[in-house]
């Protein structure tokens, strides 16, 4: 019985079909990579998964509960957390203070602060912040910030994370370390992630499972290797103007 | 009931007064528009500008009509600086304002408000002025329509007409439509994107200043320190019900408005018209929040 | 913020407050009639603070639970005799249950648009007070209380106590970590599990509480309420000028700001009135642009110490 | 890009610079204008030397919502006080004594109000208090001037409801607002008893507690009306929706406003909306010399009720006449002491009234031969004198009860006071032929 599901699921936006038909199968502890040029509704989808969004149409369920219709803030309570293409740390606070929000919030049930504050410092340094864990958020780096981002994604205490181009803009090296990163930590904690990624390199290595969207429709879903030799990929992206780094 | 004689009068003067109404706002809705800031102290800009009128029809003895030009340039001015002054520091090297910038505007131009109106209140002292100007009425049947508030009207439209065709048709319009939509645009075409915000500014309050010439026709005595306390929250409904950036929302908005305000007073009491006036801001925020135009 | 540290604000705090009471108890009328309308200020301060402060959205309209609050103990004194006490309770109650009918459906809108529905809020509401007579001619009821200038002195300090006790209190616990969270980047918290619906409600709601206590104390203090001043923006731009000049959000800021407001206009006044307005607006607007945390940011910058033990 | 942000920086440098000498010198020009053309300036009055002081203690806005009217009424007091002073001053037990005034600006704001009377009364001792102006400001000085048992003389608070209170210390000098028309009713019963009346008024509590006295007023006279409507104090752009509602009620007079702006309004789209009434009476505006220049032609013959007016010819003769003593400087002497002030304008009727204050106070402390409270407070219940401003008599509750309001018109230019006929200058005209 896998874990997370949605069911043809559709957006309109105006006039405008973002998804059409979209089902997808998250079983327990799995990485399923999304992968698919620009606006082909990748963050869409993930953003209907996460309640940010409502789909027009279908249905997704966590251990067959139904969680479209209910807001983000909900959702997490339900083991999903997502982090956000473009970092949105609290710029107000610490690293440690932005991390202990989501212990706090998530589904942790610890509801004091002090605990709450050193959880965080465990966490930050799971991500191999620790040093940087009292600098002001708005003084950390692109990849810090996303570091952060998984950081509280994870304090939330979620089973299920959905990444959002957690790898892009990183330099060579620091998508190296990422990539390591990642896969210590899904051995660690063993959550089900959902990574919606531009960087070819970074879903092939960590997904087992790739599904790739063009123009809101799924058009190929397989493991990396198949994925790579699929025709219809290959056009899709050479279509593209932004073909797979 | 002589309900349709009375319902057609009320129209008549809710549209005229609608078109002041909207070109009052409109200054406000360029530079929301465009800039993406709320200037609180907008009522307060209004209120110069029909002080402007009072003294240029003193001492020089024109029309509200005629100082309106006079103000748009001294508009102008004042928008640049006011762009310098306040805006500049929070917008640069910024793609898209961020919440932080807008509380930081919004708080700063609000300290400007008090500012500027207790200091009118010091040397215009509190006793409302007024600018008399009646060039007459003119008579269809039962309807009576007084020649200044028709005049005004026009100019109001003629106004907005004006922005609108020079943000669509001229170089400079079209860059600062670029800036609206995407502040790298304008760097892309080899423009500065600050001078662009400051020229927008600079026309928003040239057209808040004329606005406040021309309200002067409807406010015979009305002129006063505190006016802006009203005229400000009318305009941010206008502009809500037109939907920022919409050159022709301002007209919309301003008509709706004015009609609203007074057809409802044949039904109901002035108070629970003025009431309507500002409540249906709620709806459309909840339901259109783009404005009632598509 | 160290939340490890032992509250030194909170116990300077006290100590300003116990002086306040002395104060009071001391000197008598002379002083308290001058202090009640510090500790009036500092109260609305407060309670802007709530949701302006900590939450981050402007409220340009706050004065409308201060009017309420006002209506209220004047319509209970005036027409049916009743105890101003309970009249303050009737205005805080009032406050909130208004707070709550009209934050579920202002609180949607972000930024900008919150302001500008705060401010037609207050112009409608003062169009339809004017429709009901029983709110007086012309919304004008004035009353007849034999003062006892302590029992208002003591309510409103009450309530000032009541309000920084909360503050200090919602800042350090979960709830302020949720409410600066929002603050920061709403969307962000929702996706880490704060629920930003109801943490602003709360935040509007203690704002309403207060702001319709105050109101109350106001009217009992001034023997009437008018409906031209009640709604006057006057006490709204204040209000949040108290809290933009002594520091936003912080436990300390307002009263620091209540009283660099009232105090100077207190002693301008009988020199140079005209001055206060418009120092007051030069204040915020020097603030706003060049020091967004206020005279406690100031403070705390200027100084090691005073960054770790002012909150 | 490097070259960018500095030349924006320096750029920005430069509009600090310019904006902060623009501020400089239109503070400088400001507060030049402020001082000489503004700011009003009080009387040099010298004060006779050698007597003990008698200190009248208020608050007058100056600043705020009710300067104009506030800066009216302190000029009118610093006249009368200063008349006073230099005729003879006070005498009790057949010691001399000078009238001092102790005022602060209250900004028109009621919190500002209980700070300054306790300090007025616990720190500068006054022994006697004015009201402040308004009723509003009135009603919350009222319970100070009870608790500390010092008499207060209310000259800017007309609403009635301050009088049902019960206070025993705060006395009317004037009419109170649900008297305001009574002038003009009373002749349109006795001349036009068919006409029908239409009342509009601005909704403000003054404007509200006239209005609906009067249209009270009316019905018990046998006039009918009509019409009877309010609309917001803060918006008066259009009242051609309620002008035409009225004229579509068969409606032959119109009756209400509000303050200076809604007058000249109603009037002014009287003749957009093509009805020309037959009698016209309006609150406050028609008062002001403004009112008819702003006009011209179609303020002609519109009367309103005025407490006082420069031109209305109460004299010791006609205190004679009336049987009751006279106190206090004549008409011309009441003006000539105010005009001796920089900036003060011409008295209106703020000034007159708050001048009264001042004259009925002293004739009392004179008729008590005393400066208690308790002495002076029964001096001024059992009072009954002629001013400048007009009778002085107080009902069992301090209101004022013999003061009479008069009504003015404009004809041909000129302010004519039209009733009550002992201070006439000229007879009604009727029908308003608008302009």
Sequence with gaps: MPLLQARNVSKNFGGVQALKDVSLDLPESAVLGLIGPNGSGKSTLLNIIAGVEKPTSGLVTLDSKRIDNLRTNRVVRYGLAKTHQIPKPFSNMTARENVAVAVLYGRRNIHSPTPALEEADRILSMVRMGSRKDAPADSLTVQEKKRLELARAIATGASILLLDEVFAGLSPEELKDSIQLFKKLHDELRFSALVVEHVMRAVLSLSQKVMVLEEGRVIATGSPDEIVHDEKVIQAYLGSKNPAA | MVAVELIVRDLAFGLMLGCVFSVVAHGLNIIWGVVKVVNIAHGEFIMLGAYGAYFLNLFAGITPLESAPVNAVIGLLVGYAFYYAFLHRELRNKQTITLQSEMVTLAATFGLSLFISNLAIILFTGNPVGVNYNPGTLQFGYLHVPLAALYVAIVSILIIAGTWLFLEKTFIGSTIRAYSQDVTATELVGANPATVASLATALGFAVTMAGGALLTVWVPVGINPLMGALYAPISFVIVVLGGPGKMWGSLVGGLTLGVLIDLVQAFATAQIAYAAAFLILIPVLVFRPGGILK | MN????????????????????????????????????????????????????????????????????????????????????????????????????????????????????????????????????????????????????????????????????TYYVNRSRIGFGIRAIKSEEDAASSVGVSPQRLKLIGYMLGGLFGGAAGGVYSWSTSGVTAGPAFDFTFSLLMLAMIIIGGVGTSIGPLLGAVVVYIPSYFLLTSVAQAQPLIIGLLVIIMALFLPDGIVGLLRRSNERLRLVLE | MQAKPRRLAKRTTAIIVIAIVAIVIVSGGGTYYYINYVAPRPISCTLPSGRDAIKVGFTISLTGTYNVEGSKSLAGIEAAACWINSNGGVTVNGKTY???????????????????????????????????????????????????????????????????????????????????????????????????????????????TASVAASRYAVQQGLTVVYNYSYPSMGTQDLSTQLTAAQVAGADDLLGGGHYADGLKIVQQLSSVGWTPKFISLLVAVTEPQFQQQLGGAANLVTGPSQWETTVTYSPASAQTAGIPWYGPTESQFVDYYSKQANAGSPTYHSGEAGAAILVLVNAIHNANSLDTTAVRQAISGMHIMTFFGQFQVDATGKQSAHSMVLVQWQNGELAVVAPAIVTSGTVKYPYTGS
């Design chain 4, 98 to 208: 000078n009238i001092v005034l102790d005022y602060h600006d209250d900004a028109s704001s009621s919190s500002n109000i209980s700070p300054l009377y306790t300090s007025i009364i616990t720190q500068d001792h006054a022994q006697f208090l004015l009201a402040p102006y308004s009723s509003g400001l009135t009603g919350t000085a009222a319970p100070l001037a009870e608790q500390n048992n010092l008499v207060m003389l209310s000259h800017g608070g007309s609403s009635d409801s301050i009088w049902t209170k019960g206070y025993k210390n705060v006395f009317g000098v004037l009419s109170p607002a649900s008297t305001y028309f009574n002038n003009a009713i009373n002749w349109l019963k006795a001349n036009h008893l068919g006409d029908k009346l239409a009342f509009l008024h601005s909704d403000d509590s003054f404007s509200t």
């Design chain 3, 3 to 166: 939340i490890q540290k032992p509250g030194l604000t909170l116990y300077g705090l006290f100590i300003v407050m116990a002086f306040l009471a002395a104060a009071a108890l001391l000197f008598g009328v002379a002083v308290s009639s001058i202090l009640v309308f510090l500790l009036i200020y500092a109260a609305l301060a407060y309670s802007i603070n709530f949701i302006t402060g900590m939450i981050g959205y402007v409220d340009f309209g706050h004065v409308l639970f201060m009017a309420i609050g006002s209506y209220a103990l004047a319509t209970l004194v005036s027409y049916y005799g009743a105890n101003p006490l309970l009249g303050v309770g009737a205005g805080a109650v009032l406050g909130l249950v208004f707070a709550l009918g009209i934050g579920l459906v202002i609180l949607r809108f972000r930024g900008v648009y919150f302001a500008i529905a705060t401010v037609v809020l207050v112009l409608a509401a003062y169009n339809i007070v004017l429709q009901f007579p029983q709110l007086g001619t012309g919304g004008e009821i004035i009353f007849n209380l034999t003062l006892q200038p302590l029992t208002p002195y003591f309510t409103i300090w009450t309530i000032v106590l009541i309000e920084i006790a909360l």
